[in-house]
Structure formats: C-alpha cells, structure tokens
DNA sequence: GGCATCCTCCATAAATCCATGGATTATTGT
DNA sequence: ACAATAATCCATGGATTTATGGAGGATGCC
C-alpha cells in the first residue's frame, strides 16, 4: 500500500468517526437524542415535543439515522425512532459532563434554564436508602408515555403540567422526591419549586430516568398509578 | 419566565453541548485528539503528524480549545497543546466504540485502513500475566516523544520506521507483543507484519497506550530502553 | 534594536449544513 | 380505486465550516 493510498483510507476512516461527531453537532439532534433516551417515539410526537417543524424533525432523524444512532420501526402508518443501543445514550451522557466540566458556558447556559437551585439534591444510593425506609413517596413529572416507556420502581406518575391539579394525590406526611429525564431535564426544578410554594417537602434526584437506567438500576414498565 | 424565553435559554443550552459535539464533528481533529490523547505536542509537531498546513492545524486546535478538549502551555516561542483531561480522552475512545459498533462504514474503512488481520491478539489482563510470566517483551512501537511521555512499564522502545534496522535489538527467544496509540493505530498492524516476515514470533496487543492508561493501569514515563 | 521562529488572526473562495415549503411515497381505511 | 395520514425526498436560499495564503503578534537569540 503506498503512502497516498496510506493516508486516504486513514482519512476515510477518522472521517467515519466524524459522521459519528457530526450527529452530536447540533442542538436540535441532541434534544431528539435526549428525548429518545426517554423511550421511542414517532416523528411527529418527537417533532411536537422538539419544537421543529415536521421536515426538519425527519431530516435530523435521517442525521442520526445515518450515524447509526437509532433504528426505526414501522407500525402502520406510524414509524418510531429509538436509540439504536444503550451505548448511545452513554455517549449522550459523557458528552454532557465533559461538556460542563470543560466549557465555560455551559453552567451559565445551564443555571439560565434550570433556574439556579440551591436547594438540596439527592443521589441515587440515597434515593434508593429512603424508599427502603418507606419516608419518601418518589414522583415522575415526565409525560405519560414515557413514564410507561420505564420509570424508578414505585414511582407515582404525575406529569408537570397536571401536577397542580393534582396535588393533593400525593401523600402530605411524607417527602416528595421528584425526578425527570436526566440532569438537565427542566420538569423536576419546576415540579420542585410548584411543591414547595404549596407547602410540600419535595427534594430533587440528583439526575434523572437517563443516568438511572445507565447505571443497570431496576426499571419498571407501563403499569401506571 | 415566559414560555418563550424558556425554550431560548433551552435552545442555548442544548447548543453549548452541541459545540462540544462540533469538536469532534471533523476527522482531522478527531486526529489531534488521536495524537494529543498520546501526550503534549507542539502546533507545529501535530500539524506534521497529521498531515495538515500549519495553518489549518491551528485553526482545528483553536476550535478543539473552544470547546475546552485542549489546553495549551507556553514554553520560550512554542505552544504546547494537550488534553483537557481524561474525560476528553475517555469521549473520544467512546466515540469510536459507538461509530464501530452502530456505523456501517467503519468495520471496512478499518480493515481498509489497518489490513485485514486475522492475527491473534492479545488483552491487557493477557499481556500483564504473561509480562509477570516473562516469556514476552513489550515492544512500544511509537515516536519515540509518546513513549516518553507514558509507557507500559517494562517495554521496549523502536519506533516503526526504524524496527527493520534494529530488529537484532529484540531478544530470538521470546515473543513479541507489540502496541501503539490505541485501538485504530496502524503502527503496531505495521510492526507485526514486519516482525512475521522476518521470522520473530510476534503478536498485537487488542488496544493501546490509550485504552490502557484509561484503565487506569500503571504507566512509565521517560526512562528510555 | 534587528531578525528568525512559532503561532495566531484575517480575508476569501469552495464546500457543507440547516430550515422550510412543496412534491412524492407508503400505508390504512372506505 | 380513492382519500387521508405519516413520513421522506427534493430544491432553494441563507448561514457555517473548511482550507489556505498573507499579515501580524509574541518570544528568544544575536
């Protein structure tokens, strides 16, 4: 093999692991990644639920489709993404913390969205400690679906947007634990902040559905509350 | 915080992580990640190794230093450039992992790239037994700079370009098992073809340098053979 | 100070990516 | 077969990225 020949099939194949990098250079791919680590999901729920238009939501899919990070399934006229294997959403993950430990615009970006948080968090050993004591009741503000799609075992499923509402489902003697999709879902800090205004004791998980899952904890499936 | 200012400050979010994914959204850089993962090198060093215009290679450091994969140090007129952290190093072995696992392309480029080798391999469990064994030698076949910066302790160093005329260095007994940057480096592909033709007994190691500082196994650093 | 070296910054042209609207394909139901 | 729905494909204009020369800034040596 001569030395050109050498160095194309070398660029080739550094620029296959691109096509990789490419996938997680958008935004809009990341915030799809991060909802199909909730669980699969149609185009057009993802694109719904990303803000994007239809044609746009379909050609990112096709973006990480193409990398190999999710797999499709037809069923009817519906076809459903998800990702093509845990691995992925490792990969989604660690590019989240090396992000925030390396770049300095992400805590700023970070605290802008989430609101700064002072208030205390709770890890996942902890969590799991206090359920086994039986004084906490664990709560999942993310949609039905992907509360369904695999929640923390006894989990009660109250979605954000109704928890107002239903409030009073949830027991006033014992400590609230709210969760969401990961450590930078925004549901959990708003759910917090709703409870505590209303005179609950409710605390935060560390991170979320993403890292539980990542972390080969049990998952729980489809029976809802 | 109204709806849309919310879905503002998510979108930056979700876009400073995606700069991170732009970092290794190019195979060039994914290349000075490659070299830089080996330990600190000049601009002008890695712009030769990787084959690139200074210029160029400039420009791809600024953008990796952006995104806080890299940092640099000053000595007299050069700049030294290295990584961040072992995080970094730890993405971009992840990266590859997900690209060879999930991406069609990347098993041919590969074999393209570093020959097929049907070869036998040898682990790092495998490797340390049969150093503690001693009937192998450890054979560094990188530059030599890499070597110093960090190396399997007990090993040899040659780097490739010079093993045809210092092969009578290496022990007629003993086999020989030889690394180099990682998992995708052709050198060690290179030496071990070499070292068969010429008759030794000779045998890669599964990954390397990388993969074995990340983990977290003892390294050497500068005492040369 | 003068000069060489190493690197970054700037301007530019080519290539690529992104969002969007309209057309097209695939499937289901009537 | 026809209409309706879900998703992809295609063309387009605007924004970004990339490679590359040339200018400019910092440092060290004389």
Redo the contacts with the bound molecule.
């Keep these: 093999m001569s030395e050109n020949t050498k160095s194309a099939t070398k660029a080739r194949l550094y620029d296959a692991f691109?096509?990789s990098g490419?996938a997680l250079?958008?935004?809009?791919?990341l915030e799809l990644l991060d909802l199909l680590a909730q669980g699969e999901?149609?185009?057009?729920?993802?694109?719904k639920a990303a803000g994007?238009?239809?044609?746009?939501?379909?050609?990112?899919?096709?973006?990480l489709?193409q990398a190999g990070f999710v797999t499709?399934r037809?069923?009817?006229?519906?076809?459903?993404?998800r990702l093509a294997g845990d691995d992925v959403a490792q990969l989604f993950a660690l590019l989240r913390k090396v992000a925030e430990a390396h770049q300095a615009a992400v805590p700023a970006a970070r605290d802008a969205y989430l609101g700064e948080d002072t208030a205390a968090e709770l890890s996942r050993a902890e969590l799991r400690a206090r359920v086994a004591a039986g004084d906490v009741v664990v709560l999942d503000v993310r949609p039905v679906e992907e509360y369904q799609a695999g929640h923390i075992p006894g989990a009660v499923s109250i979605p954000v947007e109704e928890l107002a509402d239903r409030i009073n489902e949830l027991p006033e003697d014992l400590e609230i634990v709210v969760y969401c999709r990961g450590e930078y879902c925004v549901l959990a800090y708003d759910a917090v902040r709703l409870l505590t205004d209303r005179g609950r004791r409710a605390i935060r998980l560390n991170d979320g559905m993403l890292e539980w899952r990542l972390s080969e904890l049990p998952v729980d499936a489809s029976n809802l509350t």
Tied chains: 1, 2.
Excluded: C, F, M, P
């Excluded at 994007?52 to 973006?63: G, I, M, Y």
């Design positions: 691109a096509a490419k250079a958008s935004g809009k791919r999901r149609t185009v057009d729920a993802l694109a994007l238009n239809l044609t746009t939501a379909s050609a990112h899919l096709q973006t489709k499709t037809r069923e009817g006229v519906r076809i459903h993404y």
